[in-house]
């Protein structure tokens, strides 16, 4: 019976867990990388059958043709952190495969700066958009990365986010003889230039994890002319809409960009499309990004619903201001996404009109409120003006 050993080489040689190195010893016939096939055939003496390839179909293919019993497929890092490990295992089931990990390169390297891990985020941005990482560092103390060739991009989503002086641990080369750890800052890591593969660890001593909803409007950057949702209706329409932390999100005439900073918060793994037609709102709504470190946004310059044509499909939509175009909005957001969940509000009679028209099903609510103010040693309610809630599709 042909016995199958997935073997994690971990960081390196010394990092090969004694079980692996058995494996390996064992085995007649190897797989994997041409780079790790190099490493790791000096340190046994059995002259071996070498395959310079790991891609499942290439080995299944290999293990139907060979008269061998005992095969070995070197795959580095962690087998279960984002590890070609998994996939092999389930392509090679017929024979029964088993999976030997090596040292892992995050318990590693928090030995190496003698912190614990119980507790942190890990994620790779490997081959992978930054979406993740911001709104991750954001609600943790520790966030321990996987990178590519992106380390600088990294430090620049950081600084972009407004983390431009946490700490960054990183790990260069672990495991081999010109192996450097160092701690320098995001602003230090986005010009740096550190060899792939680096891992990192950014401190965040200041995490902050809570979901709001209706934040104080005070919270936010103003400019005179640039329109904000309140604070009142922020936490009815959020409510409404019931994000998930995954979704795509709309937020159509973001203003100062109140309602997209919620909505950001909320979707931390999703992201946020902020659409303004006023130029001078933008910054506004970047500084506002920064204020509430958040990295999932995309700003974009232009008018509904010309300016949602290139955009992915959306989970959910608020829509602010719309310029007069609310049916043929919704008729392009509803044409991307039957299901979408939408929340519209509307301070004029012939707005709500003109959304019931294009969602008859859509349940409205006139929400008004009041807020306290002090006039000497009393306190006077002062009525803000009333809107119009209008929510409607999706599944709750």
């Not at 797989?31 to 096939?37: E, M, N, S, V």
């Not at 070197?74 to 070609?84: H, I, M, N, R």
């Not at 790990?171 to 602003?187: D, H, S």
């Amino acid at each position: 019976m042909k016995q199958i050993v997935i073997v994690g080489t971990g960081m390196g040689p010394d990092s090969l867990s004694e079980e692996g190195r058995r494996a390996l010893a064992e085995a007649t016939v190897w797989f994997g990388a041409p780079r790790l096939l190099e490493i790791f055939k000096p340190l046994f003496a059995v002259p071996k059958v070498i395959f310079p390839f790991y891609k499942y179909e290439e080995i299944l293919a290999v293990l139907e043709q060979r008269e061998e019993t005992c095969f070995a497929v070197l795959v580095s890092g962690d087998t279960g952190f984002y590890s070609a490990a998994p996939g092999i295992y389930e392509a090679l089931q017929k024979y029964n495969p088993r999976i030997v990990p090596g040292a892992s390169s995050v318990s590693a390297f928090f030995a190496r700066l003698g912190l614990p891990w119980q507790d942190a985020a890990l994620l790779s941005v490997h081959g992978r958009d930054m979406t993740a990482l911001t709104g991750t560092v954001r609600r943790n103390r520790y966030t321990f990365c996987l990178t590519g060739n992106n380390v600088a991009s990294i430090g620049e989503a950081l600084c972009d986010a407004g983390y431009a002086g946490l700490r960054v641990h990183t790990g260069e080369n672990l495991g081999l003889p010109e192996e450097w750890v160092r701690t320098i800052t995001a602003e230090e890591l986005s010009l740096s230039n550190l060899p792939p593969l680096s891992v990192l660890v950014v401190v965040n001593d200041d995490p902050d994890d809570r979901i709001r909803f209706g934040l104080p409007d005070t919270a936010f950057d103003r400019s005179d002319g640039i329109p904000m949702t309140k604070s009142e209706v922020r936490a009815l329409s959020l409510a409404k809409l019931a994000l998930k932390p995954g979704d795509i999100c709309y937020d159509i005439g973001a203003g100062t960009g109140s309602v997209t900073v919620e909505m950001a918060l909320a979707a931390y793994r999703g992201r946020v499309y902020a659409i303004e037609r006023q130029p001078d709102a933008l910054p506004l709504i970047r500084e506002n990004l920064r204020r509430f470190h958040l990295g999932n946004v995309t700003v974009i310059e232009g008018e509904a619903p010309e300016a949602l044509e290139e955009l992915p499909p959306p989970d959910a939509v608020f829509i602010g201001g719309s310029g007069g175009h609310i049916g043929e909005i919704i008729s392009v957001i509803q044409a991307k996404n039957p299901q979408v969940r939408m929340v519209i509000t509307a301070i004029t009679l012939e707005t709500a009109a003109a959304v019931l028209a294009a969602l008859p099903q859509a349940e409205l609510t006139q929400l008004s409120a009041a807020r306290a103010k002090i006039a000497g040693k009393s306190h006077l309610l002062t009525a803000q003006n009333p809107v119009m809630v209008i929510s409607a599709g999706g599944m709750l």
